[in-house]
Nanobody, 123 residues
Framework: QLQASGGGLVQAGGSLRLSCVSS????????LAWFRQAPGKEREFVAA????????IYADSVMGRFTMSRDNAKNTLYLQMSNLKPEDTGVYYC??????????????????WGQGTLVTVSS
């Protein structure tokens, strides 16, 4: 089970850090990602990193503002969000996949999903 937290209301230009904790699954065995879904829109990719490590990939819309990191010892995934914009508003979901290759990190399929945490950025 994945449990996401850290969402909230923030003004444009502000920062938030999201966390995603795994209970029962070792994060080191999975590729990990963040997705988000804005009201009335489809879910979209935000950031991901492969199980084996390597560079983290980001959506163009968050590049340079968001940083994803993982702490395998704590089974925790983070998303540090800075310089937030109103268009970053949405429900943020963490996801874990066991059999993903590099080219499929943006689309999945991911095996497990967190319940989502709401981020609201006011202008």
């Amino acid at each position: 089970q994945l449990q996401a937290s850290g969402g909230g209301l923030v003004q444009a230009g502000g920062s938030l850090r999201l966390s995603c904790v795994s209970s029962g699954r070792a994060f080191r065995d999975y590729s990990l990602a963040w997705f988000r879904q804005a009201p009335g829109k489809e879910r979209e990719f935000v950031a991901a990193v492969r199980r084996s490590g390597g560079a983290t990939i980001y959506a163009d819309s968050v590049m340079g503002r968001f940083t994803m990191s993982r702490d395998n010892a704590k089974n925790t995934l983070y998303l540090q969000m800075s310089n937030l914009k109103p268009e970053d508003t949405g429900v943020y979901y963490c996801a874990a996949g066991a059999r993903l290759i590099l080219s499929s990190l943006r689309t999945g399929p991911y095996d497990y999903w967190g319940q989502g945490t709401l981020v609201t950025v006011s202008s």
